[in-house]
């Protein structure tokens, strides 16, 4: 069984009651105003760049996630503590055989 169809079926069985889970996807990724580069405008855009090329003006990281090295699925259960009800962080990793 692949770690996607594990995952899948915690996230079934854990996303609601007292418990719920989320994916965690740890990413790194670009954002800002994109220009897609064309035969038409490759000249138009000042730096070598060939057709398929995206130039990110006014570029900033986007970080998702927690962290790197950060289980799979992030959440959290709900317990009984001292007569009042809190919300304890819970973390997966899952791992197919």
Request: with cysteine.
């Amino acid at each position: 069984m692949s770690e996607h169809v594990i995952q899948q079926q915690i996230l079934a069985a854990l996303g609601s009651g007292p418990q719920r889970l989320w994916r965690n996807n740890v990413a790194t990724a670009w954002a800002g105003q994109s220009t897609r580069v064309t035969a038409g405008n490759v000249r138009s855009v000042a730096v070598s760049l060939q057709p398929g090329d995206v130039v990110i003006r006014k570029g900033r990281v986007l970080h998702a996630g927690l962290c790197v090295g950060s289980s799979d699925l992030i959440g959290y259960r709900v317990q009984e503590v001292a007569g009042q009800r809190i919300a304890q962080f819970a973390a997966v990793e899952v791992k197919a055989e």
